[in-house]
Nanobody, 128 residues
Framework: AVQLVESGGGSVQAGGSLRLSCTNRGDRYSLNCMGWFRQAPGKEREGVAVIYIGAGHTYYSDSVKGRFTISEDGAKDTVYLQMNSLKPEDTATYYC?????????????????????RGQGTQVTVSS
């Protein structure tokens, strides 16, 4: 089974940066894509970023485009989310997500439907 473990959350002031990591510590099957979604209290779940493993194609939500960068280290089964120019509205619990089969931009689908695999979540708090 896939086991996603996140790290790197924390508290920063607006304008600051954080880097999240997500490692698959489970079976090393060929995941098609990995990414991140976030959930803030009282707000809809939002797919943030996704990367197609090996191919490197990336997609971002409009709310983070230009500020967040997703990348992968295949040798470590790890994906990273570099978050720059953070805003208070980025405050949320961030979850790593993975799929064996991915189509298109993927992240839009993570609002109505939970990803097939997800981590336990890591809190990101941005103060003004």
């Amino acid at each position: 089974a896939v086991q996603l473990v996140e790290s790197g959350g924390g508290s920063v002031q607006a304008g600051g940066s954080l880097r999240l990591s997500c490692t698959n510590r489970g079976d090393r099957y060929s995941l098609n894509c990995m990414g991140w979604f976030r959930q803030a209290p009282g707000k809809e779940r939002e797919g943030v970023a996704v990367i197609y493993i090996g191919a490197g194609h990336t997609y971002y939500s409009d709310s983070v485009k230009g500020r967040f960068t997703i990348s992968e280290d295949g040798a470590k089964d790890t994906v990273y989310l570099q978050m720059n120019s953070l805003k208070p509205e980025d405050t949320a619990t961030y979850y790593c997500a993975a799929e064996y089969r991915c189509v298109g931009t993927v992240i839009d689908g993570w609002t109505p439907n939970l990803p097939s695999y997800r981590g336990q979540g890591t809190q990101v708090t941005v103060s003004s």
